[in-house]
Structure formats: C-alpha cells, structure tokens
C-alpha cells in the first residue's frame, strides 16, 4: 500500500466548493481524504510520504478529448512547414530536410498551410519533383484533410489519370486528368496508411519519448484518436509498466467489424486503458475547403464541401456501433456536416441511452444556430479544439462570410446545457492545454488579436474552460467517478501551475507553465 499526502498547496477541487483545500491524500493512486494540512495528516497512517507542492496552484488533471497521439508521437522531430510563407520557402524546407536523411527514404508529416502564404496558391507533384527527385514525399496539410504528394509516391500508391475519385474524396487533376499530387479526404487514405507503418518508425519508442512531454504539459490522460497501431503500443508499455498517462483508445471505422468480432465495447478496460468510441468521418475541414457547409463557400460557386460518408451509410454505421455498445465520435465541422450527425444520432437515440452511450460529435465548429440545443437533448457531446478557432478566424471571416451560424459556440452550447471537452487536435495543433484554455476564455490567438476577442459573446469563463480540460473529457468517457476532480474516490491526478489561474489576467493563461504533473498518486514530472 503506498501513502502519499501532497500538502501546502491551494487544491481547487471542482467538487462545487469553490474554497481551495490546503492538503490531499492518496492511497494506491486514490484520493481518500481532502482537507487542511492538519487535518489531513492526522489521517494518514504511519510511513505516508509527504509531498510538498510550495504552496502552488493545483487543479485536476488536464485530459485531452481529441489528440492523434501517435501522430504527434511521429512528428515531434519531423519536417514541420508551418513557418512557411511561400511555396519557395515551403520548398527550401523540404529540400534541407531531404539533404539529412538516408536515399529513398520517404518524407512524411509537413503541415503545410497555403492559405497562409503569400500567394497562396496550390502546389503540386511537380515542384516536390524538383526537389526530391530519389525519394517518395506524402505531406499532409495543417488540418490533415490533404496530401501533398510527389510522383514517386503517386506511384507507390497507384494512382494515375485513370483511378477513379473515391467516395468522399477528390484526386485532383490537371488540364489533361493526370494527379496534381492534391489528394483531398478519402483519397489520400492509402497514403495515411503507410504513414502509420513501420516506414515512419518505431512507434513504441516514439511514444515511450512523447508521453514525458505530454506529461510536462499537465495532461494526466488522453483520447487518441489514432489507429490499430497505436492501440498495440499503448497496450505494450502498459504490459512493461512503462505507461504513465491514462488512455482512452478509439477505434478506426475501417476496424469496426474486428473490434465488434473481438468483443470491444467503449469503456472495457481498466483505469489506465480503455476502449473508447469508434471515429467516423462526415465531412473534411475548413483549410481544405471541404467541410460540409449548407451553403457555397464565398466566391467558390458549387463547392459547400466533400460528404466523406453519405448520410444513408453513416446512418447505419452508428446503429452498428450503438447495438454493439460502442459510443460513436463523428467528425463534423460544416454545418451540413453537424446537422446530418445529429439525425443520425436521433435515429438511435433510444438504443444509445439503454446502453449508456455518450456520442459525440467532434470539432462541432460551424452549427446552425436551431441545431444547438439538439446536442444537450439528445446527450450529444461537443468535444471542441478551442485553438481552431483562433488559428482559423481569417478563414471563417473569409469562407463562411455573410452566413449566420454558430460559429465554435461553446458559450451558446454550454448554456443550452451540453457537456463541453477540450483537446487540442495535435497535431494540427500544439497540445498545451493552456492554449486551449487562453483561446476558450479569451477568443484571442497568441498575439492577442483581435482584441477584445473574435465573436466575444461565445467566451467562457477560466472555470468553465478548465473544467471542459478535465472533468469534460472524464464525462465524454463515462468516466467522472474517477476523474475530473479532486475528491476521495476519484483518481489522484491533479496538476500543479506556476500561478494561479483564477488570479492572473486572461491573456497570461496562454503562458501559464506547469511545475509539477502527479498521475496516480505518483509525481510523473517536476519542473
């Protein structure tokens, strides 16, 4: 039995009291008493090691509700072309990257954004020729919704003039219908695929490196959004004793079938790893111009978006996964998108509750304004990236002008009574949860533009954006009797900050470093 009482510290318990305790103790990584110092000390028994958190702020432990983790796992280390602002320079990046790697090896991640550079034109197979004439080269853009490819790995694919777009998706062509090397949704999957195999190297390890950082960052636990793969890592560093976050693994929509064979269901598992809900994809993103919108994007006649899976189909899908007990997570970002998943879900309303099953609808980002009370009446969860709002704010003034929608409403859906969770998306986006934070309470990015915030009606409080990082992510899992707060019975995982952040302005949020990370009653990183 291992005693730990962490003391001298202001623990805001998000239990309903807003007055912070002084002390908590955990006995085998669960929290058994709260209190003042004193108080809490005279419970603990004989041989409890103390802690003593210099009187920091503490709060629950941050969980991420949206994070491809093996994807960042990968990526950390890899080309990174966010900086860049012009195709020149995106090409120069590519070019002393290429120079440090063994011949043939492929060049995967990229991140590129065209919207951002100063011409922002669409690049193609051609330039990435001209750079990388001996080796395959699958970029994925910022959002992840499209590839850019070279011919080698055109080749390596199959793909030339005569492949047919597949459903969901666009290979986009020139003048004579030969690929561009602009692979859109559900055509750049056999691209991805590869991304995640042993091409793009030992995952394990990668993940083994990752967790230390993700753990720096305050994050006790995390969804992954990620594939099979991942799901073996995760499971073999547990098997090690290596695992030191807590997982809640979704499953792929092309694994469904093999993982109602195998009898998963969302929730099975124990407190480090749990199976969650399968991800469907209803549309792309608004960098790739492909989320499903009811309407034309402004000045793009006949293009509201791609439909990756076609209502009918999508429809069935979630009634497959509800009648095995699996909660369903749909990507939906256009408010075509949002309205089809929340039909889909109504139609199995009733069999999704005899189950237990919270869906959710993941990004959420443009909703017509009379679908937002749908998510609280039919128990649907908004599980929201709040950076995608302020990395996006040029492209929504841009896309979406004119339109009237409830543009990442977390105020609006938080008050008409749905249950909000954070994550970051990375990594599209850094997964600090304190971005996340900063951007939800103050609708800025990190210069603070614009000010006063971008449709400032729809911010919320540091309360309630802390909560949506922690207790949120716990109800999306069916799991707020173990996490989310700070209070005997539920897991001893909290999160020592700098400063408090009930006391520093809003803009300060975003800079808010964490100095000690405890999972499990046990310190898994001291700054």
Do not use: C, F, K, W
């Given at each position: 039995m291992v005693s730990t009482l962490f003391r001298h510290a202001r623990f805001h318990t998000f239990t309903g009291s807003e007055a912070p305790v002084e002390a908590v103790l955990s006995v085998d990584g669960v929290i058994v008493a709260s209190g003042g110092d004193a108080d809490v000390r005279a419970v603990a028994r004989a041989g409890t090691t103390e802690v003593d958190l210099a009187g920091r702020s503490v709060v629950p432990g941050f969980v991420d509700a949206h994070i491809h983790s093996a994807s960042y796992a990968r990526e950390r280390h890899a080309l990174d072309l966010r900086g860049a602002r012009s195709l020149e320079e995106a090409l120069e990046g590519i070019r002393a990257h290429a120079r440090r790697l063994p011949t043939g090896q492929w060049i995967f991640a990229g991140r590129w954004d065209s919207n951002t550079w100063d011409v922002p034109v669409q690049p193609d197979r051609h330039s990435l020729d001209r750079v990388c004439p001996d080796r395959p080269v699958a970029l994925p853009s910022v959002d992840g919704h499209t590839i850019w490819a070279n011919s080698a790995a055109l080749a390596v694919i199959g793909y030339d003039a005569s492949t047919p777009d597949p459903i969901g998706g666009e290979i986009v062509r020139d003048d004579r219908g030969e690929p561009t090397g602009i692979l859109r949704e559900s055509a750049r999957?056999?691209?991805?695929?590869?991304?995640?195999?042993?091409?793009?190297?030992?995952?394990?390890?990668?993940?083994?490196?990752?967790?230390?950082?993700?753990?720096?960052?305050?994050?006790?636990?995390?969804?992954?959004?990620d594939g099979e793969d991942a799901r073996s890592a995760y499971l073999e560093l547990a098997a090690q004793g290596a695992l030191k976050l807590r997982i809640h693994k979704a499953i792929t929509a092309d694994h469904l079938e093999a993982a109602i064979e195998e009898g998963r269901f969302t929730g099975d598992g124990d407190d480090w790893f749990q199976t969650g809900p399968v991800k469907f994809f209803s549309d792309g993103a608004l960098g790739s111009h492909t989320s499903h919108m009811g309407e034309d994007f402004a000045g793009q006649a006949g293009n509201h978006g791609i439909e990756v899976i076609p209502y009918p189909e999508l429809r069935e899908l979630v009634r497959r996964?509800?009648?095995?007990?699996?909660?369903?997570?749909?990507?939906?970002?256009?408010?075509?998108?949002?309205?089809?998943?929340?039909?889909a879900y109504e139609e199995v309303a009733a069999l999704s509750r005899a189950a237990g099953l919270r869906h959710r609808i993941e990004h959420a980002q443009h909703i017509r304004w009379d679908d937002v009370p749908r998510f609280a009446a039919l128990e649907v969860i908004p599980s929201l990236q709040p950076t995608h709002c302020t990395s996006d704010i040029p492209l929504s003034e841009s896309l979406l002008a004119g339109r009237d929608l409830a543009n990442y409403a977390w105020r609006s859906l938080a008050d008409a009574g749905a249950h909000l969770a954070f994550g970051s998306d990375a990594p599209i986006e850094d997964p600090n949860p304190m971005h996340g934070i900063h951007a939800a309470v103050t609708r800025q990015n990190a210069v603070g533009s614009p000010a006063g915030g971008w449709e400032p009606e729809q911010r919320i409080s540091v309360r309630e954006a802390l909560a949506a990082h922690s207790a949120g992510g716990a109800y999306a899992a069916n799991r707020e009797h173990r996490q989310g707060r700070l209070a005997p019975g539920q897991l001893a995982d909290f999160v020592a900050l700098e400063q408090d952040p009930f006391d520093i302005e809003p803009e300060s949020l975003r800079d808010l470093r964490v100095m000690t990370t405890v999972v499990g009653g046990e310190v898994r990183f001291q700054r």
């Open positions: 999957y056999p691209l991805r695929e590869l991304m995640g195999s042993p091409l793009a190297g030992e995952l394990i390890d990668q993940l083994r490196s990752s967790q230390e950082h993700l753990l720096s960052l305050g994050l006790t636990g995390l969804h992954d959004i996964a509800a009648a095995a007990r699996i909660a369903v997570a749909t990507h939906a970002i256009g408010d075509q998108a949002n309205h089809l998943v929340l039909n």
